[in-house]
């Protein structure tokens, strides 16, 4: 049995890249949370990886365990309640779960920075955002409050902020939504770190500019040749930012594949309820098609495949034994590089 | 801004007429007369006392003394005592200073103190430490102040020996120790309480993780951006505070003999000097909202979020 944790070199990484080996490495990592009403698995051995130039979209329901396996990777998981019982997270080959404190805190932020969700809530609603931006250059580069601030400000233009010489000073609530997170995404940006994680980067935003942050995002990601991961419920964002995509459940990787494959031709039972839920321009006024059921209870989480309360094809062997990342080939046998499914009946799903 | 200081000074103007009416309102109306009072048992001719009466104005109505009294303040006369003759501007400039000197002091420790202790209990949120905190907070929440202070005076001064039981005349720091410390205890327990509460709910916010996210020092994180959020509500908090401590000032003056406003009300009221009594109630009330139009100007220093119009 060979099981998939690397989909490295496929497809090709954007832009030129001569490092090798991947830029990060999650291995079978595993994150619980201690409460009070017993130990919630939240990840349950993810592997994924990412090189530089390259992004990584993960995919899944709310509470699938795509923001914590980041919090993870970045090292702000609560803790406790939070415990880290099993894994490696290696970046650059050095497994960050090994280092201390402050290597860590070196990392962050200049190495591996993140963009969050509700940038409302996240920026300090009491400090302005040239403070905000200009603390990422006092802090790491030691840089006076001056030139930090003109940093601020040719950050603030490269995100495409108007008047960003004249709202420097301005707080966070003064902002629309869109520029609010243009303004984290500048903060990411601050010290051009090798690797931006971006959990749900557009979901708080008006669909209209969705888009548009969508695309500066992809767009300084080539441009400074960053690897990326970003996190979404969102099929639909997907298609053309990421490279490749990892589609998550109950805390674990079910399906990997390079990003258009997955449209064409889904390897697991969940990526296929998911692409069938995506509203489509030609099935306008059809009834939307869900995934029955709600997700697991991490708590308990269902024995054998995770999936099977609410999968059409499960049989007996789903309720009893999981099922292993595997890789997914042709018919024929012909390997299809990059590509995985946890899944007993892949075969019947890709090629049925 | 500026519209909003002007108002909030123009508001002052109907609070300061309406509290120093009232208090002279209340002068007026206890029993007692402070001339009469003057001759003691003797007996007096009562042509004599009205026509003394008379030069002091006391025989006009209400409203007419009040007027008086008004247009001298404008003056900066605070009015005479009639036992004594004494300006009532001297014993001002004698039991102020005391009294401002105690409640700053006391005031101090509180921020000091209370904060330190909140940060402490808050950053550990439901351990034993912050359990300790809620147990002492609610010991001093409940026992009154004037018990806390017959006990501090009994253990350091009459026990220990530490300290004097009274303070000098001169009432300098070191004496003023214990009756500052007596005086902002259950201030210290409530800004302590605040504190805790605030820095507890402000450590979960998201703002927090970014912060750690950015790979700024611990220090910067509960420093800078845990802090800067979690004092607004404890500012707010100690605006109101500083004008009840001169206010409590006045019972712990009694305990400990200083010679404060507290001594002089009590006298003044004994002896029915409402000249007296209205300038120093006048001048708390002044200190009072002068402090707290300030503590509303650093909300909005502390908070952005904040519009004055
Ligand atoms: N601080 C926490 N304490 C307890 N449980 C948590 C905590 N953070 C996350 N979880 C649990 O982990 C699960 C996965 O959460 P998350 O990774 O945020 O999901 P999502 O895929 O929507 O990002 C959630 O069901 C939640 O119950
Ligand atoms: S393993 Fe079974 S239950 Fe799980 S997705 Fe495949 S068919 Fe469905
Ligand atoms: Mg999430």
């Known amino acids: 049995m060979t099981i998939i944790d690397k989909t490295a070199d496929v497809p090709a990484p954007r832009g030129s890249n001569d490092e090798s080996g991947p830029l990060l490495e999650v291995r079978d990592l595993h994150v619980e949370f201690h409460t009070r009403d017993g130990v919630a698995k939240a990840v349950n051995g993810v592997n994924y990886n990412v090189s530089a130039g390259e992004t990584l979209a993960v995919l899944g329901e709310s509470g699938s365990g795509k923001s914590v396996t980041a919090q993870a990777i970045m090292g702000i998981l609560d803790m406790p309640p939070g415990r880290i019982p099993k894994g490696e997270i290696l970046f650059r080959g050095q497994d960050m779960l090994k280092m201390s404190n402050e290597e860590r805190r070196q990392i962050r932020g200049q190495k591996i920075a993140m963009i969050f969700q509700d940038a409302l809530s996240s920026l300090n609603p009491v400090l302005s955002v040239g403070y905000q931006l200009g603390e990422m250059f006092r802090v790491h580069k030691g840089m006076s409050k001056k030139d930090a601030k003109a940093k601020a400000i040719a950050l603030m233009d490269r995100v495409r902020i108007p008047a960003a010489k004249e709202r420097i000073n301005d707080y966070p609530h003064q902002f629309s939504g869109g520029m609010r997170q243009r303004i984290m995404i500048a903060m990411a940006l601050a010290l051009e770190p090798d690797l931006i994680i971006a959990d749900e980067p557009t979901t708080a935003l008006d669909v209209t500019v969705q888009a548009q942050v969508m695309d500066l995002l992809a767009e300084l990601q080539r441009d400074f040749n960053m690897g990326l991961i970003l996190i979404t419920h969102d099929l639909g964002v997907v298609a053309d930012v990421a490279d490749k995509i990892a589609v998550m459940y109950a805390g674990r990787i079910v399906e990997t594949a390079p990003v258009h494959e997955i449209y064409k031709r889904p390897a697991h039972p969940y990526t296929k309820g998911l692409l069938e839920s995506i509203p489509r321009l030609d099935q306008k006024g059809q009834e939307l098609y869900a995934i029955k059921g709600l997700p697991p209870n991490l708590l308990h989480v269902p024995s054998g495949c995770a999936f099977n309360p609410r999968c059409t094809m499960a049989q007996d062997i789903c309720r009893t034994d999981i099922p292993a990342l595997l890789p997914v080939t042709e018919r024929d046998g012909t390997e299809l590089v990059g590509r995985g499914s946890a899944c007993h009946f892949w075969k019947e799903t890709i090629h049925g | ?309």
């Open chain 2, 1 to 309: 801004m500026g519209r909003y200081v002007a108002r909030r000074l123009l508001q002052m103007i109907p609070v300061f007429l309406g509290s120093t009416m009232l208090v002279f309102a209340m002068m007026y109306a206890l029993p007692g007369d402070p001339v009469r009072a003057l001759a003691g048992e003797q007996t007096v001719d009562p042509a004599q006392i009205a026509a003394m009466k008379h030069k002091l104005g006391l025989d006009l109505p209400l409203w007419h003394q009040y007027w008086n009294y008004l247009t001298g303040l404008f003056h900066w006369d605070f009015g005479t005592e009639i036992a004594s003759g004494r300006p009532v501007a001297d014993t001002i400039a004698d039991a102020f200073p005391i009294t401002i000197r105690l409640a700053l002091f006391a005031f101090l420790f509180t921020v000091i103190v209370g904060i330190s202790m909140g940060v402490f209990a808050g950053l550990k949120a439901d351990t034993l430490r912050d359990r300790g905190l809620l147990i002492l907070t609610l010991l001093l929440i409940s026992v009154p102040s004037f018990v806390l202070g017959f006990l501090g005076q009994y253990l350091f001064a009459f026990q220990l020996g530490w300290v004097d039981p009274n303070v000098s005349a001169e009432a300098n720091w070191s004496e003023l120790f214990l009756p500052a410390v007596v005086l902002g205890s259950l201030s210290l327990a409530y800004v302590a309480r605040l504190t805790r509460t605030s820095v507890a709910e402000n450590l979960r916010a998201d703002y927090m993780r970014t912060a750690v996210a950015k790979g700024l020092p611990r220090r910067r994180v509960v420093g800078v951006h845990l802090m800067r959020n979690s004092m607004i509500p404890v500012v707010t908090f100690l605006g109101t505070d500083l004008g009840a401590l001169l206010g409590g000032a006045v019972v712990t003056e009694g305990i400990f003999n200083v010679q404060g406003v507290g001594r002089a009300v009590f006298g003044a009221l004994q002896h029915r000097e409402g000249a007296t009594v209205v300038g120093i109630v006048t001048l708390i009330v002044i200190v009072y909202l002068v402090t707290s139009l300030l503590v509303d100007l650093l909300y909005a220093v502390l908070d952005p979020r904040i519009r004055y119009a």
